[in-house]
């Protein structure tokens, strides 16, 4: 078996998560988070887009963690989001984590907006 040392550069990955944190690069952060190549900051949830219109440019698809269960983006924040040309992917939360730290450690422009589960 080969194994290859993973380089997240400025990106920092998702060490874990329980009811109501999330905890990413040693540091638990409670309630809604944003994540991505220029660090993790609390975030106010679907209400809230600056931060994530922001993102256009610097990363290609955005994964957004929406809790314990999938639902659905409002439709006006996923046009938003496109016409930026920022790619979406929507799933639950522990989905969202586990995927955004294997595209990460391809070396993929992707940031992760989470939810709490």
Same mark, same amino acid.
């Given at each position: ?31 809604? $988070? ?14 809230? &887009? #600056? +931060? ?5 440019? &610097?990363?290609?698809?955005?994964? $957004? ?10 439709? #006006? ?21 586990? &995927? ?15 939810? +709490?589960?």
């Amino acid at each position: 078996m080969r194994l290859n040392e993973i380089t997240y550069n400025n990106a920092i990955p998702v060490d874990g998560y329980g009811p109501g944190f999330f905890r990413i690069g040693g540091k638990v952060h409670e309630g809604a $988070v944003l994540t991505g190549p220029d660090g993790t900051t609390a975030w106010s949830g679907l209400d809230e &887009t #600056a +931060p994530l219109l922001s993102l256009s440019g &610097t990363i290609d698809v955005l994964l $957004v963690g929406m809790g314990a269960e999938i639902s659905h983006l409002p439709p #006006a924040l996923r046009a938003s989001l496109e016409g930026a040309g920022i790619g979406v992917e929507v799933m639950n939360s522990p989905a969202a984590c586990r &995927t955004y730290n294997v595209l990460l450690a391809e070396g993929r422009r992707i940031a992760l907006a989470l939810l +709490p589960v």
